[in-house]
């Protein structure tokens, strides 16, 4: 198992940049990927971006160019670093672990984004 904890979030005007970070703690050797989810009141949460074991980036289009994800395997600590941000970016962002070897879905309890125009 392994609990998330992430921070950073806050009230910013558009065009401001913030930066969230995500503390694992547990068994953090066997993490294959991670990512960072949004979700808003009546919708779905949704993908922000996710990075693997190996590497491998994803973004979706609305974030790409705006948002990077990175990692800190000694620190146990994923990061997302969003720039330009816009009023339809507030949501509560959530962090994600995948395990090897186990399908349990991980979360944390999210933080708060809220950008104003």
């Known amino acids: 198992q392994v609990q998330l904890v992430e921070s950073g979030g806050g009230s910013v005007d558009t065009g401001a940049s913030l930066g969230l970070s995500c503390v694992a703690s547990?068994?953090?050797?066997?993490?294959?990927?991670m990512g960072w989810y949004r979700q808003t009141p009546g919708k779905e949460r949704e993908l922000v971006a996710s990075?693997?074991?190996?590497?491998?980036?994803y973004y979706p289009d609305f974030v790409k160019g705006r948002f990077t994800i990175s990692r800190d395997n000694d620190k146990n600590t994923l990061y997302l670093q969003m720039n330009s941000l816009k009023p339809e970016d507030t949501a509560a962002y959530f962090c994600?672990?995948?395990?090897?070897?186990?399908?349990?879905?991980?979360w944390g309890r999210g933080t708060q984004v809220t950008v104003s125009s």
């Open positions: 994600n672990a995948d395990l090897y070897g186990d399908y349990t879905v991980y």
């Open positions: 547990g068994d953090t050797s066997r993490i294959s990927a």
């Open positions: 990075i693997t074991a190996h590497n491998k980036i």
